[in-house]
């Protein structure tokens, strides 16, 4: 079937003020850097510059870190639950009223589709506020004793992929459970959290309990290894986790680490294949494939192999890749060049190792960072796109025989994060998801998200759980 | 020169609207000095049949809202709540008498009540749900379902906060709910549905009757289709209630202690009475 023409529909970037530099958010103000650097954020889909933004050097930190321990100690920790709960709320409900500015915002900043950043990201944001608020005043029901006491000053920082949904994933319980925090976006992606910054002043939040340093990855060691800091919440590459998990060793800090990931997404032959087929392109093309969740790597039971594929390829080509902000647009723009390179030379060392590559036939604009939707087949699992994580929208497929031998490729990798089942009968799922050694299994569906529902990987994706009751122990001296 | 003030009708909110008692009958109110404050719609036993009606044909909708769903609309009660709070203060304060002060504290305990069980609509089956490891290959887990229409008699002294701290709960969880204000003090509860009726709380989801226990209670207590009743407010005549509740073994919570300080912490026992715990079994192999 030919793919339908559609007119351009691009959502109207006036929504969106941007303010040509943004300084530091520390204790409840936006303040010029004390070591004076700055850098340039900028739109992944034209690289048109979007905003200067601060570099937050050490003594940057260490003000910081000083601004959450005092509003620690002064305000936010002798507050009650429920009083900590209705600024969650309030914080939640500003969101929600500025649902479309954020959209916009982390779209152009990002280069996600804006389909994805208005139904998805933003209103997980929500959600995952409102969920935390309402947990505020009942942390003595989670299950860790009667009177569980906060950290202290929790120093966070996260990647780039979801820069909004991270930033909450990690601030709502950390104040819901009542400490305070210095946090850093990914310095390709930190304006969503200067905004959010803007929302905690209309919130009245009090000073310091907030703190957002921009900056590249020196910035984010400083805050991991800053004394006063008493935990680190951590989103990124397994690499960097391992630096911080070598960098707090000795030290009282407690770390929760969400880490890498090469999930597999099992199809049996049993499976409704139109169904499995929107569940892999969910699973990988969602956000493209900058998720680290993602269903890298597909496991198709060898009968409906080719299939699947055939089926999978035909929907790939109706995919619509271009202008983020356009609403009908399915893949938006890679993140930055870097990621790009990371991306183009895995894929090439792909095709190097004899796998074979299909791309969806669809024109890259001339501007900004594109791939298109890719898929391996003949993917063997020592292949490095077997093994490795691309973080790009690409797909290795590999074939089994028997649930067993399922699991076993499955699990056959450093990373465990998640993982999806596609079969229509559900003792099959439940005996693969007991045998799987992933943190979060998806029985036909993939890439669901819920603040109720914990997230987090084993093995090298990781360790602790944010989200859900669970999240709360993370950020509580238990 | 001074105003004649425009007095407002105290009706009954049934289904979501506003009728009068089908019976065409009311009672006056006085305030806590003996003043005379309004005439009170006098329920009938058709009302509360009535108002079974509307709460049963709103179950479905509202037991079926996503937890999440339900805990924005009671966040937004507490919201226009708190817009009306000198309403509510003036009202309290009319019908319980004391310093404007204690009815202040009152009216921002029932504000923050509906915060609190606001938060407890998708928490509740992580606090009293389970996965059980049952003993061979089955996965097996437990979950809170709302019991179905419930049927509350209002404590008689706290004519707000005692009303929402007994209301909240049961529709928390996704029942619906009859409700039997206060019988003396019933003006701030009629108040309180103009508050649902515009929270974004579907129709039915709460009814309320004014008029008089011993008339009404009994009917919606041996009501074949009421599955609970919440016996708060009903004092000494608790033991009748309960004893026609057992027709068909409605769940019974039985009076409070008339006394009893509704400012204190709530936990989850209310939460927990009003709901059956459901169990499924799947089989778990290749």
């Known amino acids: 079937m030919a793919k339908l023409e559609y007119a351009p529909a691009p959502e109207s970037r006036s929504v969106v003020s941007l303010r040509p530099s943004y300084g530091l958010f520390v204790g409840g103000e936006f303040v010029d850097p004390v070591d004076g650097g700055a850098f340039k954020t900028i739109s992944p889909s034209t690289e048109e510059v979007l905003a200067e933004v601060a570099e937050a050097g050490p003594a940057d930190v260490d003000r910081a870190v000083a601004a959450a321990r005092r509003a620690y100690g002064r305000t936010w920790s002798r507050l009650s639950g429920r009083e900590r709960g209705k600024y969650l709320f309030r914080i939640a409900r500003i969101i929600q009223e500025r649902a479309r500015e954020l959209a916009v915002l982390e779209t152009l900043d990002n280069g996600k589709p804006i389909k994805e950043s208005r139904d998805v990201d933003v209103p997980l944001v929500a959600a995952h506020f409102f969920y935390y608020a309402g947990w505020a005043d009942k942390l003595g029901h989670a299950g860790f004793g009667p009177d569980p006491r906060p950290l202290g000053v929790a120093g966070q920082i996260i990647p780039w992929n979801f820069p909004l949904l991270m930033l909450a994933w990690k601030v709502a319980p950390a104040l819901a459970a009542g400490n305070t925090v210095v946090l850093k976006p990914a310095e390709t992606t930190p304006l969503t959290a200067l905004l959010f910054a803007e929302i905690c002043q209309q919130a009245d939040l009090p000073p310091g309990v907030v703190n957002i340093l921009t900056g590249a990855g020196p910035t984010g060691r400083a805050l991991v290894e800053h004394p006063d800091v008493d935990k680190v919440a951590f989103t990124g590459s397994t690499e960097v986790g391992r630096l911080i998990a070598e960098a707090v060793a000795g030290s009282a800090k407690k770390v929760t680490l969400e880490l890498g990931g090469k999930a597999a997404n099992i199809v049996f032959a049993d499976a409704p294949v139109d169904q499995a087929v929107e569940g892999i392109v969910r699973g990988v093309f969602f956000n493209q494939g900058h998720v680290c969740c993602a269903g890298t790597r597909l496991l198709v039971q060898e009968s409906v192999a080719d299939v699947v594929l055939t089926s999978l390829k035909r929907r790939l080509a109706t995919l619509r890749l271009g202008d983020p902000l356009d609403k009908n647009t399915d893949i938006g723009a890679i993140n930055s060049a870097v990621q790009l390179e990371r991306i183009r030379a895995l894929a090439d060392v792909g095709e190097a190792e004899g796998a074979s590559r299909w791309s969806a036939p669809c024109t890259l604009p001339d501007r900004g960072y594109w791939f298109p939707p890719t898929v391996f087949s003949g993917v063997a699992q020592t292949h490095r796109i077997a093994r490795e994580e691309i973080f790009g929208p690409v797909l290795s497929v590999l074939t089994f025989r028997t649930p067993k031998e399922a699991v076993e490729k499955a699990n056959n990798t450093p990373y465990g994060l998640s993982a999806g089942v596609w079969t229509e009968k559900g003792s099959r799922i439940l005996w693969m998801a007991q045998h799987l050694r992933a943190g979060v299994v998806w029985a036909n569906t993939f890439n669901h998200f819920d603040p109720g529902s914990p997230f987090g990987g084993y093995k090298e994706s990781g360790y602790g759980r944010e989200g859900g009751r669970h999240g709360l122990e993370a950020y509580l001296d238990v | ?286």
């Not at chain 2, 606001?118 to 059980?132: E, Y």
């Not at chain 2, 290959?137 to 049927?151: H, I, K, Q, R, W």
């Not at chain 2, 008029?211 to 009404?216: F, K, N, S, Y």
Request: no cysteine; glycine share 10%; net charge neutral.
């Open chain 2, 1 to 286: 020169m001074s105003r004649l003030e425009v007095r407002k009708t105290y009706k009954l909110y049934i289904g979501g609207k506003f009728p009068r008692s089908e019976s065409g009958r009311s009672y006056p109110v006085t305030g806590a000095r003996g003043q005379f404050l309004a005439n009170a719609a006098l329920a009938s036993r058709k009302d509360a049949r009535d108002a079974v009606v509307a709460a049963r044909a709103a179950f479905p909708g509202w037991s079926g809202a996503t937890a999440y769903n339900r805990g924005q609309v009671l966040y937004r009660v507490a919201e226009m709540m708190e817009g009306r709070r000198a309403q509510f203060v003036d009202e309290v304060q009319a019908a319980e008498g004391g310093p404007r002060r204690v009815a202040a504290a009152e009216v921002d305990a029932a504000v923050d009540r509906w915060v609190w069980y606001a938060g407890w609509t998708d928490k509740l089956a992580q606090v009293a749900g389970a996965a059980n490891p049952v003993a061979g290959p089955f996965f097996n887990f437990s979950l809170p379902e709302p019991t179905g229409v419930v049927a509350v008699v209002a404590p008689q002294r706290s004519s707000l906060l005692g009303l929402v701290s007994v209301l909240a709960p049961v529709v928390a969880t996704g029942n619906t709910a009859v409700v039997l204000a206060s019988q003396a003090r019933p003006l701030p509860a009629v108040t309180l549905t103009e508050v649902l009726a515009t929270s974004d709380v579907p129709g039915g989801v709460v009814n309320l009757l004014t008029g008089a226990v011993e008339e009404v209670a009994p009917w919606l207590a041996s009501h074949g289709d009421v599955n609970a009743i919440d016996l708060a407010g009903a004092g000494l005549a608790g033991v009748d209630l309960e004893r026609a509740a057992a027709v068909n073994l409605k769940r019974v919570r039985r009076p409070a202690d008339p006394d009893l300080d509704w400012t204190a912490d709530p936990g989850t026992g209310r939460l927990l009475s009003f709901v059956e715990t459901k169990t499924v079994w799947h089989p778990v192999g290749i």
